[in-house]
């Protein structure tokens, strides 16, 4: 899930997830990957819980911007490939996600 407005990045882990727990109001011990932007596109955190503790995870692109939506007050949920292509800085918008095909029945 992502968090498209800016958020203060001086928040650790424990700031981030109360982020989580009280402005978008779900549980920040999911196991979801939430991102979160700072007011520079260049740098993004992302907190998860992965069963023992809390994970924080900091990255700033040395050159170029992330691909953010738009700022507004919203959240918005990125496939595994969306979310790949954000961190990478590509645009994340083009990933599209694969086209379901109907298993046969019976050999051709």
């Known amino acids: 899930m992502v968090a498209t407005k800016p958020v203060d990045f001086r928040k ?3 700031g981030l997830a109360a982020l989580v727990r009280e402005t978008m109001r779900v549980d920040p011990f999911s196991g979801v990957v939430y991102v979160f932007r700072a ?3 260049d740098r993004v955190k992302l907190i998860f ?3 023992t503790g809390v994970v924080l995870v900091s990255k700033r692109l040395e050159d170029g911007e ?3 939506p738009k700022v507004q007050d919203a959240v918005m949920r990125l496939s595994a490939a969306q979310l790949q292509a954000l961190l990478e800085g590509l645009d994340w ?3 599209h996600e694969p086209r379901r095909t109907v298993v046969p029945v019976t050999a051709s």
């Open 66 to 68: 992330f691909r953010w």
């Open 93 to 95: 918008r083009r990933v």
């Open 39 to 41: 007011k520079r596109a």
């Open 12 to 14: 650790g882990a424990e």
């Open 49 to 51: 819980w992965d069963g």
